[in-house]
């Protein structure tokens, strides 16, 4: 992290992606102070702190940031600019909800992970949610069939929505090429359950 010291702000990168940095965030914090207009940010950290020390330094100090990836949401601070979120998993529902309404230009939202326990109350709370366009969701097959059944009984969407994707998990926790559907919103209930099949 010493190279960063001394080095002049960087007013021309715009794309950075920090990983697995855990209790090392006081040195996370110089590495971002010396890069003021990046958009897109991909920041994961498996500890079990917090992230939301982070999030109020990345509002504050990223103001132009439009896209954002990180672990978890753990708190609903606010964004200038943020278009599309990507949350790995969902710790608390309620405060990614939260922070949903409170950064209302997120139009799109993509959750890689869901559980089977979390998605009654997910579905629910996306119902209230005016400002996404586009929605992506992983899970396993069971987790996936539990978000489906619930869409063709209930259709609690939220009212702007225009695509739905629906990924499944791999056999390895690190697959990263899932198989997917995307839906094109309002769907046939008919073409839903014909490409659900396919994806399983």
């Known amino acids: 992290y010493e190279i960063f010291e001394n080095q002049p702000p960087n007013y021309h990168l715009q794309n950075l992606k920090l990983c697995g940095f855990f209790f090392q965030r006081p040195n996370v914090k110089r590495i971002l102070l010396k890069y003021p207009v990046i958009r897109n940010l991909e920041l994961i950290d498996w500890g079990n702190e917090s992230l939301a020390d982070m999030l109020d330094f990345i509002s504050k100090n990223l103001v132009q940031l439009e896209n954002l990836s990180i672990t978890a949401i753990s708190s609903h601070t606010k964004f200038n600019a943020l278009k599309k979120l990507i949350v790995n998993h969902i710790r608390n529902s309620a405060k990614l909800i939260e922070f949903i309404v409170e950064n209302e230009g997120i139009e799109m939202l993509q959750i890689g992970l869901v559980y089977i326990s979390q998605i009654q109350n997910l579905i629910k709370d996306l119902k209230s949610l005016s400002n996404i366009k586009h929605l992506s969701i992983g ?8 978000i489906l059944n619930n869409l063709m ?3 609690d969407l939220p009212e702007e929505l225009k695509t739905l994707e629906l990924s499944i998990m791999g056999e390895e926790k690190l697959d990263v090429n899932r198989k997917s559907l995307k839906l094109i919103l309002p769907f046939d209930p008919t073409d839903l359950k014909l490409k659900y099949n396919i994806l399983v």
């Open 139 to 146: 899970g396993n097959k069971t987790a996936l069939r539990a």
């Open 153 to 155: 009984l209930t259709r």
